[in-house]
């Protein structure tokens, strides 16, 4: 097997290149640094391009921009606003050009870098819901800086209930930056219910903006933290609609992430594959199946269904 994303260590800097053979010794390494997912490309996975997700260069130079931004904040600096609207440009950009997102998890990354690579993962998905929902660039714009900088209170406090309000401070601090995006670092753990935090928010209290960004969050934590397969954090997002943000929320966000990612094996109903596109539903993907040696559409094929996504590794054991 060989890589085929590269992986960076905490200082951005690359630690093993695109093509790199994936020894033992490697993985014990990079296991020590908290590097808990790769990219692999295998002979079932060649050709398969996995246009859905952000380049990683790109990634880890937002990465770096959030990173810039809390070491102001830590400071009592100004935070660099020019470089935060550049980066959330460039991440409505990247939502833009994709009808669905596949996020890169966080746990690819030196552990050092998560914290802040959440919170580009978490403005990505919160740009995408917020253009299925036909938001204008303005208000893509106030989600993405005020998502982006959603944890930025983390920085001042370590009781974890009082970080939404210390956030909302430092940007407010910030006057060039929208109340808007501040209320989203204050918002972000209310919930519909009335549940969350700090202030026990509940239904219409709750901005539409912050909803947002409370779902987007779930979702990298699921993905990346507790690492589960993107369907079964739909299915887990999909059990909280109306108890912790607003069903039309949820209904935009499945519209715009992806069930089985290319390079995903998948057992099928008919037989064993592997998902090599996404072509018009997120969720119904091509596959190319193993015995027959062709692709099926399931989008066209509503007979077939995907019964369990299948284990690399436990394959690879069986072989
Ligand atoms: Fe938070």
């Not at 606003?81 to 997102?101: C, D, G, P, T, Y």
């Not at 403005?123 to 005020?146: R, V």
């Not at 037989?271 to 596959?287: D, F, L, M, W």
């Amino acid at each position: 097997m060989e890589l085929a994303k590269p992986v960076y260590d905490s200082k951005r800097r690359i630690l093993l290149g695109v093509g790199s053979k994936v020894h033992l010794k490697y993985l014990e390494k990079l296991d020590q640094i908290g590097v808990k997912y790769l990219f692999v490309d295998d002979v079932k996975s060649k050709g398969i391009s996995l246009d859905e997700m952000m380049d990683m260069p790109t990634w880890i130079d937002m990465i770096s921009i959030v990173e810039q931004a809390f070491e102001a904040a830590a400071k009592d600096e100004f935070l660099p606003l020019l470089e935060i609207q550049k980066a959330v440009k460039k991440l409505i950009e990247e939502v833009k050009q994709r009808n669905a997102i596949v996020l890169i998890p966080t746990t690819a990354v030196d552990r050092a870098l998560i914290p802040f690579a959440h919170m580009v993962n978490v403005t990505l998905i919160a740009l995408q819901i917020g253009k299925k929902l036909g938001y204008t660039n303005s208000q893509l714009n106030d989600l993405g800086i005020g998502c982006l900088l959603h944890d930025i209170g983390k920085v001042k406090t370590s009781i974890r209930e009082d970080h939404p309000e210390s956030g909302f401070n430092i940007i407010r601090a910030n006057r060039e930056i929208s109340l808007m995006s501040a209320h989203i670092a204050y918002q972000h753990h209310e919930t519909l219910d009335g549940e969350g935090f700090p202030r026990k928010l509940a239904q219409d209290q709750v901005l539409e903006l912050a909803q947002i960004c409370s779902i987007a969050n779930d979702y990298d934590n699921f993905i990346s933290l507790e690492g589960l397969l993107p369907h079964v954090a739909l299915e887990k997002i999909m059990t909280l609609s109306d108890k912790k943000y607003g069903h039309h929320i949820v209904v935009a966000f499945s519209k715009g992430i992806i069930s089985y990612p290319p390079g995903t094996n998948v057992q099928l109903n008919i037989g064993k594959g592997i998902v090599t596109r996404i072509q018009s539903n997120p969720h119904r993907p091509v596959v190319r199946l193993h015995q027959l040696q062709k692709e099926i559409d399931l989008n066209e094929q509503p007979t077939i269904l995907v019964e369990v996504v299948l284990n690399e590794e436990e394959e690879m054991s069986k072989l």
